[in-house]
């Protein structure tokens, strides 16, 4: 065993900034409540883990597992990399004892919890979607404990002999201390118009950056609005020259960490419905016009964006992918989203509700006292 005295707390998730993100907020939220904390990320090997959490000083483990496959032929190289993980993680875990290991979602948090779980280590799992996936519906049979974002998502654990409790969904600090004054610095704005959010999180949204360029003549009957666009990467340069040849005010980005800064900024937004989006935007109480993601098996976005519309704070529109019917079903919603004020007020007021700000302390309190 290490003599390395200073207590230790693995975190294990990665892959996309929905898991990511909440994860940085629990380890900040647990070593502003014990000092000398260690934390150590169990991620994947995709470049947004190493992008987002080296820079942040903590440490990243990069696992070789990947989502378990469907074809059979595929599972050889599964089992593989399967056990290549689990053996990483054990000899971690032998050397130096975590106090717990904290389950982010996703493929990777697999094998460090059921290690931790086989070798008595507390462990726990936050699930921030509305309805779990296979992964997190059977590693809720082997830790004590399971945070999750709403209501709604407790009745997936029956059964299960963890204890779940409704935390909220963790989010990225810098949007418990931002204003729209900063927002409009940021992106050099016009404080004077009302700002519309586009965003597709991290990655971005082609069928929503194709099906806003085709509203530009839309976007140009409404000069009182101007956009805020996150493209991602692929589509940006092509975005920004569209908007900017046809004459529609906006402000066009790639790709920030400082995007929970533009919620401040934003009187609606057109979004995908990715559980750590959608508590950001809640908590930033922005009324939304949700397009779920439409390629997953599973249609998990579907079931986030419900419990926004279903709480008055959203309006699902189904993404058809193809941008000109995209357009077409958007258009109304907008009008009608865009010309009233009372109904945005409504819906941000509902959006709020939904939310819990103290969602990053509230678990790193319980990690610390299962610790214990």
């Not at 280590?121 to 997190?136: H, M, S, Y």
């Not at 409704?166 to 600090?173: A, F, K, L, S, Y």
């Not at 193809?322 to 357009?327: F, H, M, V, Y």
Request: proline share 6%; net charge positive; glycine share 6%.
């Amino acid at each position: 065993m290490s003599t390395d005295a200073r207590p230790w707390l693995v975190l294990a998730g990665g892959g996309t900034g929905g898991h990511l993100y909440p994860g940085i907020a629990i380890a900040n939220a647990a070593i502003r409540l014990k000092p000398d904390l260690d934390v150590t990320f169990f991620g994947t090997m995709r470049a947004i883990d190493r992008e987002v959490i080296e820079p942040r000083g903590f440490e990243l483990v990069r696992q070789s597992v990947q989502p378990f496959p469907s074809r059979p032929w595929h599972w050889p190289r599964f089992l593989l990399n399967w056990n290549a993980s689990k053996k990483l993680a054990r000899a971690r875990f032998t050397a130096r004892r975590p106090l717990a290991v904290l389950g982010l979602g996703g493929y990777a948090a697999a094998p460090p919890v059921v290690v931790a779980a086989e070798i008595g280590i507390p462990t726990a799992l936050f699930n921030p979607d509305a309805e779990p996936g296979r992964a997190n519906r059977r590693l809720a049979r082997l830790v004590q404990q399971v945070y999750v974002q709403w209501h709604d998502t407790a009745r997936w654990f029956d059964g299960a002999s963890a204890a779940i409790e409704v935390t909220g969904c963790p989010v990225r600090d810098i949007l418990h201390r931002t204003s729209r004054d900063d927002a409009v610095r940021r992106w050099n704005l016009d404080p004077a118009r009302h700002t519309l959010l586009i965003t597709g999180a991290s990655q971005g949204a082609r069928s929503i950056n194709l099906a806003s360029v085709e509203l530009a003549d839309f976007w140009l009957q409404h000069q009182d609005w101007q956009l805020l666009h996150f493209t991602g990467r692929a589509d940006h340069e092509a975005v920004r020259t569209a908007y900017a040849r046809k004459g529609v005010a906006a402000a066009v980005v790639d790709y920030s960490e400082d995007l929970p800064l533009a919620y401040a900024a934003a009187d609606l937004a057109i979004a995908r419905a990715g559980a750590s989006s959608l508590a950001e935007l809640s908590l930033a109480g922005v009324p939304a016009v949700l397009l779920p993601y439409p390629f997953d098996r599973r249609r998990h976005q579907d079931a986030n964006a419900a419990v926004l519309a279903n709480g008055g704070a959203a309006v699902v529109v189904e993404d058809a992918v193809d941008p000109s019917r995209n357009a077409a079903q958007l258009r109304p919603v907008l009008t009608d989203l865009m010309h009233s004020v009372e109904r945005r007020r409504r819906m941000s007021r509902a959006a709020k509700a939904l939310s819990r700000d103290d969602a990053a302390e509230t678990i790193a309190r319980r990690l610390l006292d299962l610790a214990n």
